[in-house]
């Protein structure tokens, strides 16, 4: 069994996240204003395999994900 290096790990927080937005039927311009960040920002962590924790409880707000589920899926490399 191979080791996955950073580069090939699945955005897996990410993949949530754009999964949660379009469940809400919401576009990426839309969450952004939700949180005061740019639509590129959001596009961003829709790539990410990591999301700094300041930003996890409005993104749980807005899309209606649980915290628990958003710090388990960006728990690896948050205790790396």
């Known amino acids: ?4 290096t950073h580069h ?3 955005p897996i927080i990410g993949e949530a996240i754009k ?6 039927r919401m576009t990426a311009l839309q969450v952004a204003q939700c949180l005061n960040v ?3 920002t959001v596009f961003i962590w829709e790539k990410k395999d990591f999301i700094k924790p300041k930003n996890l409880q409005g993104l749980s707000e807005t899309l209606d994900i649980s915290m ?9 490399k948050e205790n790396a």
């Open 19 to 24: 999964r949660g937005r379009i469940k809400k």
């Open 38 to 40: 740019n639509r590129s």
């Open 8 to 10: 090939n790990r699945k």
């Open 68 to 76: 628990r589920l958003l710090k388990s899926l960006n728990a690896e």
């Open 1 to 4: 069994m191979t080791k996955r």
